[in-house]
């Protein structure tokens, strides 16, 4: 896939598990990176041997969360509302306006 995740903010309960994101995705094209933005939400579980600490949370171990979270056909669709978005911003090259 050709678009990028990238976190924009965390929020954590009192006992320290990230349980929301949001995150901005991107999709560069030659006339530029567009983006839209984005939130999901965690069900932590505390007692769970893979329960990570807000304080070694890393930002990738985020985008995995993420794009667990929307599956693969909302990240199909955020892809594709981002590809349309280029192609209608596209600005003629002077060649392909000659050849008209």
């Given amino acids: 896939m050709s678009v990028e995740i990238e976190i924009v903010s ?3 309960d009192v006992k320290g598990g990230v349980i929301a994101a949001s995150f901005k995705a991107l999709k ?3 006339n530029g ?3 839209t ?3 999901c939400t ?3 579980k505390h007692d769970s041997k893979s329960f990570v600490l807000i304080q070694d949370v890393t930002d990738s171990l985020v985008v995995t969360w993420i794009e667990k ?3 693969e056909t909302r990240l199909k669709a955020i892809e594709k509302i981002l590809s349309t978005r280029i192609k209608s911003e596209v600005k ?3 060649k392909s306006e000659s050849k008209k």
């Fill in 10 to 12: 965390k929020n954590n």
């Fill in 28 to 30: 560069s094209s030659v």
């Fill in 33 to 35: 990176t567009y983006k």
């Fill in 37 to 39: 933005y984005g939130d």
């Fill in 42 to 44: 965690f069900v932590v």
């Fill in 69 to 71: 979270s929307l599956g």
């Fill in 92 to 94: 003629p090259t002077a």
